[in-house]
């Protein structure tokens, strides 16, 4: 062996010791672990009206989006006390959450008990582990409306007033066309309801919304129903009755016949509003938006208790809530429903990704 043949097998067994050490090196090297998002924001959800949209990504924060209904932008939606997630009949995502109820059984004065420490304890309790399975996590649907929203007690009147502000999209009986409907009028006689009269604006199938039309109904002798393609109080046999009212202010839905509604957003102008025949879904009631995040506000279920101490004001319950987004699982937690001057309609959200 020559000299020169000696040094390059030379070079050539210590380059191959280099790579290998360099390949043991990047084997024994551990990879960073994953940083997972948290954050805290304080939203300004006061509006009566229109939704404030929070994005869990990136540490969370406030987003605009062009529309809301065909947006992945958001994750969940912020309006005063209630919450919608971008999922289900409440938007295009695939959003959808768990409840984990942690403080869902206590006591009015438990719930006024606790601190925010508490709060903060219980937050981080929740880990990985407790991630249900996916089956478990629930999207945005159609319930029956708990709380009779189309009326309010008034408390300048002493009785009870209807709401306007309550409107439905309708898809008629036996498939008749569609309609948006809602009650301007509750006429009491005392405490006892005789009657009430309901706006309305239908179109046919494959048409648009007219103008408006209104409905009287007598509750003096009990039950009205009513057609909205008559315009008129009906017979309540078969099919040609859409909406039914009763004395003790319950509204009902001729679902046997294929009737059914999905509730306006406030942010829906019913004057103007060109179609009712495009919501995700119609239920056969009398409905509203409801999820995995209660919008109670008289116990402990949900995310705020109101009134406990009868000074008008919310106290968080300090529930968790697991957040799925695609993949991801979110814990979430509301903690505050106002802002550093007592303003009312300003949440603090708390979150942080587990998955």
């Known amino acids: 062996m020559t000299l020169q043949t000696s040094r390059a097998l030379g070079a050539c067994i210590a380059s191959s010791l280099t790579l290998a050490l360099l390949i043991a090196c990047e084997s024994d090297t551990t990879a960073p672990p994953e940083v997972f998002e948290e954050g805290q924001i304080a939203i300004d959800a006061s509006s009566p009206v229109g939704f ?9 924060g406030v987003v605009i989006p062009p529309d809301p209904a065909t947006s992945n932008d958001w994750h969940m939606g912020f309006r005063r006390f209630l919450i919608r997630l971008n999922g289900g009949v409440a938007g295009p995502g695939s959003v959808s959450a768990v409840n984990l109820g942690n403080n869902a059984n206590a006591s009015a004065e438990e719930i006024v008990a606790l601190t925010e420490q508490d709060g903060e304890a219980a937050f981080e309790a929740v880990t990985e582990a407790d991630i249900p399975a996916a089956g478990s996590f629930v999207e945005d ?39 948006i409907f809602r009650v301007t009028n509750l006429r009491m006689q005392g405490q006892r309801p005789v009657g009430l009269e ?120 300090y529930n968790v809530f697991l957040v799925r987004v695609d993949e991801q699982v979110y814990k979430v937690q509301i903690t505050s429903y106002y802002d550093a001057a007592g303003a009312s309609g300003h949440p603090t959200v708390r979150f942080l990704r587990l998955r």
């Open 141 to 179: 649907g159609l319930a029956p409306d708990p709380g009779a929203s189309w009326f309010r007690f008034d408390p300048l009147a002493g009785t009870l007033v209807a709401n306007p502000g309550a409107a439905w999209m309708v898809r008629e009986a036996s498939g008749r066309g569609f309609a």
């Open 52 to 60: 404030t949209y929070l994005s869990l990504a990136d540490a969370g």
């Open 198 to 317: 309901i706006e309305y604006r239908r179109h046919v199938p494959n048409g648009t919304l007219g103008t408006s039309g209104t409905i009287e109904g007598d509750l003096s002798r009990g039950p009205v129903f009513l057609g909205l393609a008559d315009g008129s109080p009906v017979s309540p046999a078969g099919c040609g009755w859409d909406i039914s009212a009763t004395p003790d202010l319950t509204i009902e839905i001729n679902a046997g016949c294929g009737a059914g509604t999905f509730p306006l957003d406030p942010a829906q102008d019913f004057t103007t509003l060109s179609n009712a025949d495009d919501a995700p879904e119609y239920g056969g009631f009398l409905s509203v938006i409801s999820g995995a995040v209660p919008a109670t506000v008289d116990d402990a279920s949900g995310v705020f208790w109101y009134n406990v101490r009868e000074n008008s004001r919310m106290w968080p319950t």
